[in-house]
């Protein structure tokens, strides 16, 4: 075969459509990633279960992808074509929508002590899973779509889930005595998003480690049954990644 001739063949090869090419087969993981953030989104039991099977969908689902023969990083990124003509670059579910259920939950749920405790857990976290993400997967070759945006749109899920999975599991797996103390609930407020969510607050007078007066996220519940004037109790926790956290009871 003429070098031209194979010239014009890879050249045909790289404009087929790239995620058709290379994206995963792991389609039922996905499938069982959203369905088990249903679940956990509007049921959240069993608690513990459910959490443990989302903190687990990504590492699973790299090292699944990754056992058909250290495939390239993107097949883990479908690409699609916008209307304008642009190109979408979608990370597989079993990835980013774990992360972000995650996230969002854990920003609700939990509040921590200080952030700049995060920092060393997230990021041995992180570095963790960049190791297992390469570990298991080649580097991009021969594409004509972005790799900068390959590489960004997966390693920024990534970055993610490492973080907001480590304060998770800091917090729902720690079996550590709380320290409890006492403030006053100085005022209440709630507060409605734009896309209908409620979110409900107390504001305490200073306790511990907090000099000044601060909002708490708490459950409708606890915003109901607390009212201004009442003394509460707030229980910080050491955390199982040396990350404080604390709740009111």
Not at 126 to 140: D, E, G, R, W
Not at 208 to 228: F, L, M, R
Request: proline letters at 3%.
């Amino acid at each position: 075969m003429s070098d031209a001739r194979r010239n014009r063949r890879q050249q045909q090869r790289s404009k087929v459509t790239f995620s058709k090419l290379t994206f995963h087969k792991l389609n039922w993981l996905e499938y069982l990633t959203i369905g088990l953030s249903l679940w956990f989104i509007f049921f959240r039991e069993p608690y513990k279960i459910l959490f443990t099977a989302l903190l687990c969908m990504p590492i699973i689902g790299i090292v699944l992808n990754g056992l058909t023969g250290r495939p390239s990083i993107a097949s883990l990124v479908e690409i699609s074509e916008e209307k304008d003509g642009s190109d979408k670059y979608d990370v597989a579910d079993f990835i980013d929508i774990a992360a972000w259920v995650i996230l969002l939950h854990v920003m609700i749920r939990y509040d921590y002590e200080s952030f700049y405790s995060l920092i060393i857990p997230g990021t041995i976290a992180f570095a963790i899973m960049l190791i297992i993400l390469f570990a298991t997967h080649n580097y991009i070759i021969n594409t004509n779509k972005s790799k900068t945006w390959i590489y960004l749109s997966l390693i920024f899920n990534v970055f993610l889930y490492s973080y907001a999975g480590t304060y998770g599991a800091n917090c729902v797996f720690d079996t550590s005595e709380p320290t409890v103390y006492h403030a006053e609930v100085v005022n209440k407020r709630i507060s409605k998003s734009s896309k209908g969510g409620t979110s409900y607050y107390l504001k305490v007078t200073p306790w511990g480690h907090h000099y000044d007066q601060e909002e708490i996220s708490v459950a409708k519940s606890q915003y109901d049954e607390n009212q201004i004037g009442q003394t509460i109790n707030i229980d910080l926790k050491k955390g199982l990644f040396n990350i404080p956290w604390y709740y009111i009871e």
